[in-house]
């Protein structure tokens, strides 16, 4: 998978250099959206009357190829936010992942919670497209990004008023946590192995900064798995392929909800 991530991060810079020429910083802040002012998805995530869920909508990845190609964004997500997700996560990458600028603006039109735009972000100018495409949090990815890359891109975010996931993998990813970063995200799939571990959720918990949103990732696949990262402190908790790869990802996700609020309420 490192060398899965250095192709795509190696094709996102000259996929950035393209869209550049076809739209500039200038026309993308007069959209619309640019105009808004961002959700909070750390303030949704500890609203005790929603589920902690961020609900992805994914077509397809680079390990397990084609996930579903039958639903649309609209029905999809518009269940996620029925049913109770805390935020939603849109796919925007296009040659590996099969999303689009334009998922996430459907996404957007249609729901009132808090978006993040999953793609690899590696210039500034993803960030602007990001808000200007409705989207209220970016992603970064300290696997593929220096300390100074994640402090200068996060710092540009903030000043956009939008919030930053910092997704990382080990202890040591820890040290490019900034003031600028109000979530982080601990993937528990090793993008080396694809080996999932949810220990590695856990052992980093406790050395995440307390005033930052914790948010585990990848490979949660039953209500079991959130109870447990609960109780190790995560707050957020981002579900794509499990409901994804579902025949009906609307039925899915409303069962694994309803299962959710049983178990918890015991």
């Not at 200038?26 to 750390?42: D, I, N, P």
């Not at 696949?221 to 994804?244: C, P, R, V, W, Y």
Request: hydrophobic letters at 40%.
């Amino acid at each position: 998978m490192k060398n899965i991530l250095t192709e795509i991060v190696a094709h996102k810079h000259v996929e950035v250099a393209a869209r550049k020429q076809q739209r500039s910083v200038e026309e993308l802040e007069q959209a619309s959206w640019f105009k808004c002012t961002s959700l909070s998805l750390a303030q949704f995530l500890q609203d005790p009357a929603k589920t902690g869920i961020i609900a992805e909508f994914k077509r397809r990845s680079p390990s397990k190829g084609l996930i579903n190609g039958d639903v649309t964004v609209q029905d999809v997500t518009t269940a996620y936010t029925r049913y109770g997700a805390s935020g939603l996560s849109v796919l925007t990458d296009e040659k590996f992942f099969g999303g689009s600028s334009d998922d996430l603006q459907q996404a957007r039109i249609l729901n009132n919670i808090p978006i993040l735009r999953k793609d690899f972000i590696v210039d500034e100018y993803q960030i602007v497209e990001a808000k200007a495409i409705g989207a209220d949090v970016i992603l970064l990815i300290a696997e593929c990004l220096t300390k100074a890359e994640v402090a200068q891109l996060a710092k540009f975010a903030h000043n956009l008023g939008l919030e930053v996931l910092l997704e990382v993998h080990s202890g040591d990813q820890l040290e490019k946590v900034t003031d600028h970063i109000q979530l982080v995200g601990v993937n528990n799939r090793d993008l080396t192995t694809f080996n999932v571990d949810f220990n590695r959720s856990c052992e980093l918990a406790p050395q995440i900064p307390a005033d930052k949103c914790k948010v585990a990732e990848s490979g949660i696949s039953n209500t079991d798995a959130i109870l447990t990262l609960k109780a190790a402190g995560f707050q957020g908790f981002l579900i794509g392929e499990h409901f994804m790869r579902q025949e009906n990802p609307p039925r899915a996700f409303e069962q694994f909800v309803t299962e959710l609020a049983n178990k918890s309420a015991k």
